[in-house]
C-alpha cells in the first residue's frame, strides 16, 4: 500500500473525530471524504485504494462502518427513546450487511442491509434542532421517516450494489444525463 492509500485511511480514521463535538458537521465532511477517497487517492498520485490488499468495497465499508459508530456513539445520548432505539436498529442492520460483505465478498449484500442509518441520523439531528414537530417521537412519526428513508436508501443501494451501475451510468440511463464518473 502506498503513501496515498494510507494518507487518506489515516484522514478517514482520524476524520471521525469530528462527529463527537458537532455531529452534522462531522458526518457531512466524512460523507465528503466518503464518496472522494479514490479521488483523493488519484490526486496524491496513487492508482489503487486499498493497494490491493482488500478489495476496495470491503475496505470502504468498513471504513463507513467505522466513522458511522462514532455517529451511533452521539446517539445513544438523545432523549427521543424512538429515535434512539431506530437509530440503534439501523446501525445493528447495516453492521450485520458489512460483515457479510467482507466475509463473502458479494456486495449484494449491501442491498440487503441498506445503510439507512445515516440519513435517518442526519435526519434526526436537523429536526431536533430546527424542525422538533418532525422529530420522530411517536411510533407514528417513526414509521413514516423510515419507510420514506428506507425505500430511497433501498433504492440506492439496489442500483449501486445490486446492479452494480455506478451514479454516471444510472444518471445517464434514467435521465439521459452525461455524467463523467471519478
Known amino acids: 500500500m502506498g503513501f496515498p492509500t494510507v494518507a487518506v485511511i489515516l484522514i478517514r480514521l482520524i476524520s471521525p473525530l469530528i462527529i463527537l463535538r ?10 465528503i471524504i466518503d464518496v472522494f ?6 490526486l496524491l498520485g496513487g492508482t489503487d485504494f486499498g493497494g490491493g490488499l482488500i478489495d476496495y468495497q470491503t475496505l470502504d465499508k468498513l471504513l463507513d462502518t467505522y466513522y458511522l459508530s462514532f455517529a451511533f ?6 432523549h427521543g427513546m424512538y429515535a434512539r432505539r431506530a ?14 460483505l ?9 442491498f440487503f442491509f441498506p445503510n439507512a442509518f445515516e440519513p435517518f441520523f442526519v435526519y434526526c439531528l436537523v429536526t431536533a434542532k430546527w424542525f422538533p414537530r418532525c422529530f420522530p417521537d411517536s411510533i407514528k412519526k417513526l414509521l413514516v ?6 425505500s430511497i436508501w433501498l433504492t440506492y443501494e439496489f442500483i449501486n450494489h445490486y ?15 452525461e455524467w463523467v464518473d471519478w
Open 145 to 150: 421517516i423510515v419507510a420514506i428513508i428506507g
Open 22 to 31: 458537532y455531529p452534522l458537521l462531522g458526518i457531512f465532511i466524512n460523507w
Open 102 to 110: 467482507a466475509v463473502s465478498g458479494q456486495r449484494e449484500f449491501l
Open 37 to 42: 477517497d479514490v479521488v483523493l487517492v488519484r
Open 73 to 78: 456513539y452521539v446517539s445513544r445520548k438523545w
Open 163 to 177: 446492479l452494480q451501475i455506478s451514479l454516471g451510468e444510472a444518471m445517464n440511463l434514467f435521465f439521459g444525463i
Open 87 to 100: 437509530v440503534a436498529a439501523l446501525f445493528v442492520y447495516r453492521v450485520i450487511g458489512v460483515i457479510l
